[in-house]
């Protein structure tokens, strides 16, 4: 149903495209060195950010980034929203439909609700993390990132550590870094890795802490305690930072880190290597907002439109 291009998952996109957001995003980054950090490229039009979760980066940067681009940017969360008082997804994208939004940004807890919400609306829907499914603007802006601190993204390894099974910032990241070049790995306890990750995903699957020497980028993942229940996944928190907590001390020269957020200190990470500057999970934080322009601008814009860097710097001239 929707008129305009969605991005539900992070397949959505080609590598040429990828390429363009990311291009796009350098852009938006030099309009936020101005004094002035507002460009009026999407005045006149609506953004909706409905988050059915809990969040703090992505919510902020996604308001941040519709304000930056002029739009009118209005903020739904499920707590205190008739979803309190059982409306369902579908009637709470139709009611708001109704106000002919051109964008709907939803995060929600269950795996394939943001694909089944582009049935009911014309507007563009962005997927902000549908449970542990996909988290597409994340993967893009940790390919800018890396492409910004690291220089390229082709030909880098990525291990990510941790609790792969709950993780969309794992998966969209694993599709996103490979259709790039790069090569992936997948380090945890056989609990928590998904069934058939290296068939279905293409990615190297290990137990061993130790293989971590080999990556160029170390991906901590948080432990997604809302998502276990009383699984039982891991013995303990404590036996599982000791086993595959990431710290100095497993660190060789050279690697940086990344974490998505928010961080359990002292459980996939430490405290010093989480406050450490060489770590790169302040930088991801940045580049969040300008990469979540870059997607509002790109699936907005007119398709005929030449994508060059003319057209670019139009864009952000005035």
């Given amino acids: 149903m929707s008129a305009h291009r969605s991005l539900v998952a992070i397949g959505d996109l080609s590598r040429d495209e990828i390429t363009h957001v990311l291009e796009l995003s350098d852009r938006f980054a030099e309009v936020m060195g101005r004094d002035i950090k507002k460009v009026p490229t999407l005045r006149g039009r609506t953004i909706i950010n409905l988050f059915f979760e809990a969040s703090t980066r992505t919510a902020t940067s996604f308001e941040l980034a519709g304000k930056r681009l002029s739009a009118d940017v209005i903020n739904v969360k499920a707590s205190g929203s008739s979803v309190e008082k059982g409306e369902t997804l579908k009637d709470t994208v139709l009611t708001l439909s ?183 999970i302040t930088t991801q934080v940045e580049g969040g907002m300008v990469v979540r322009m870059a997607v509002l601008y790109d699936l907005l814009s007119d398709p005929k439109v030449q994508r060059g860097a003319h057209d670019v710097s139009a864009m952000v001239a005035a």
């Fill in 98 to 280: 109704a106000y002919q939004p051109d964008v709907i940004v939803i995060r929600h807890a269950a795996a394939g609700a943001v694909a089944s919400a582009t049935r009911y609306t014309e507007a563009a829907v962005i997927n902000a993390g549908d449970g542990k499914h996909e988290h597409p603007t994340q993967a893009l802006l940790d390919l800018y990132t890396l492409r910004k601190v690291m220089g390229k993204i082709e030909g880098l390894h990525v291990a990510f550590v941790g609790d792969v099974l709950h993780s969309r910032v794992a998966r969209s990241g694993a599709i996103a870094l490979q259709m790039m070049g790069a090569k992936v790995s997948f380090i945890a306890p056989p609990t928590l890795l998904p069934r058939g990750a290296a068939e279905g995903l293409g990615v190297h699957v290990s137990h061993d802490i130790a293989d971590i020497a080999d990556a160029d980028v170390v991906y901590a993942l948080r432990m997604q305690h809302e998502r276990m229940g009383k699984g039982g996944f891991v013995p303990s928190l404590r036996e599982y930072a000791t086993q595959y907590g990431i710290g100095h001390q497993r660190l060789r020269p050279g690697q940086r880190v990344m974490h998505a957020g928010p961080i359990n200190r002292g459980v996939e990470i430490t405290d010093q290597l989480a406050d450490d500057p060489a770590a790169l």
